[in-house]
């Protein structure tokens, strides 16, 4: 491997067997690095995978002060940062929808005690009716307050399946309130 400077200057100019040098010595270690974070493996992995992307891509403006790899470091970090404000914004914007949902199905005209106590029965009894894994999934996350990385941790599913499953809860839900 060339020096810093050498490094940065062949990826500018394009040189490909330098950048996959500098992926392959750096990924492993960055990606455990980014998991510590994240809590997932994939996500992780992703989130280097886009760091080199963008290391590549930028490739004509990339000025590196100091060590390529506090760099790398540095931007995996940052990339991680961004991934998990980003994470937090999503479950705040999932937990209204899946409130919106609940409230949707809730009998109106009950006393306020038995209108939780009712959407609750209605949300336990949709969840009875999901698929098992779907199910699993919306118990952790509405009954138990887990958010998705956990759950994908605990469940042994990448991240954008809990997500997916989710929202596709929340659309059922919003059907079966509208038919009732």
Partial sequence: MPSNDEAVAHICDRDTRVFNDLFSEHFLTLTQSVAKMVNSKEVAAD??????????????????????????????????????????????????????????????????????????????????????????????????????SEIARRLGISVKTVETQLSRSVKELRESARKE
């Fill in 47 to 148: 989130l280097v995978q886009d760091v080199f992307l963008r290391l590549w891509s930028g490739r004509a403006e990339l000025r590196v002060r100091g060590d390529i790899t506090h760099y790398l470091r540095r931007a995996a970090r940052n990339r991680a940062l961004d991934w998990l404000a980003h994470e937090s914004v999503h479950e705040r914007w999932e937990q209204s929808e899946v409130n919106e949902a609940v409230r949707s199905v809730e009998n109106l005209d009950a006393p306020e005690g038995e209108v939780a106590e009712d959407a609750r029965l209605v949300l336990k009894s949709a969840l009875r009716e999901m698929p098992e894994k779907r199910r699993r999934i919306c118990e952790l996350r509405w009954l138990k307050g887990v958010g998705p």
